[in-house]
Antibody
Framework: EVQLVQSGAEVKKPGESLKISCKGS????????IGWVRQMPGKGLEWMGI????????RYSPSFQGQVTISADKSISTAYLQWSSLKASDTAMYYC??????????????WGQGTLVTVSS | EIVLTQSPATLSLSPGERATLSCRAS??????LAWYQQKPGQAPRLLIY???NRATGIPARFSGSGSGTDFTLTISSLEPEDFAVYYC?????????FGQGTKVEIK
């Protein structure tokens, strides 16, 4: 069974750093792209970026380039999303999602459960 | 960047009624469009891909149609578990974009 399991909710102060994780199982982690999607409170879905764990090829949405860093450790089948200096406006739910294979490559077929990040002084 | 515009923002219907949701792209996406369902407190779930193909395990009451810039998601007869927010999504080069969502609520 394909599963993406994300790390737990975080409460941070502005200016702090943070790294959240997404662990894949039930499939070949190095063979599928993993994307990150932001959902601000009460709002829609925004694609942030995507990584191929096999070689760490990474692409970012222009809206998030320079604001976050996406990485992966293929030895433990885990992708990461990190911030060096959080802002209150980073408060959101963050989802990881697997880019589908082949003909499904335009879509995200499996999603993590989400990680809620709250940034408040 | 291709912009997806969904309408209406909210659809108020009763169980058993037919729901018709629209998604319009700012430029042609051919048939490369998906629909997702998101229930409160849950992650999105892929319903429809390539405009008209149901994902694994999706009931037949869900159907998608369209190509180019205009797409429709139809739920033929709403079940209680179908009341949720629905998003369309496309990919162009290295950019994935979502519509702003349509909330299907109980009337």
């Amino acid at each position: 069974e394909v599963q993406l399991v994300q790390s737990g909710a975080e409460v941070k102060k502005p200016g702090e750093s943070l790294k959240i994780s997404c662990k894949g199982s039930g499939y070949s982690f190095t063979s599928y792209w993993i994307g990150w999607v932001r959902q601000m409170p009460g709002k829609g879905l925004e694609w942030m970026g995507i990584i191929y764990p096999g070689d760490s090829d990474t692409r970012y949405s222009p809206s998030f380039q320079g604001q976050v860093t996406i990485s992966a450790d293929k030895s433990i089948s885990t992708a990461y999303l990190q911030w060096s200096s959080l802002k209150a406006s980073d408060t959101a739910m963050y989802y990881c999602a697997r880019r589908g294979p082949g003909e499904f490559g335009n879509y995200f077929d499996y999603w993590g459960q989400g990680t809620l990040v709250t940034v408040s002084s | 960047e291709i912009v997806l515009t969904q309408s209406p923002a909210t659809l108020s219907l009763s169980p058993g009624e037919r729901a018709t949701l629209s998604c319009r792209a700012s430029q042609s996406v051919s048939s490369y469009l998906a629909w997702y369902q998101q229930k409160p407190g849950q992650a999105p779930r892929l319903l429809i891909y390539d405009a008209s193909n149901r994902a694994t395990g999706i009931p037949a009451r869900f159907s998608g149609s369209g190509s180019g810039t205009d797409f429709t998601l139809t739920i033929s007869s709403l079940e209680p578990e179908d009341f949720a927010v629905y998003y369309c999504q496309q990919r162009s080069n290295w950019s994935w974009t979502f519509g702003q969502g349509t909330k299907v609520e109980i009337k």
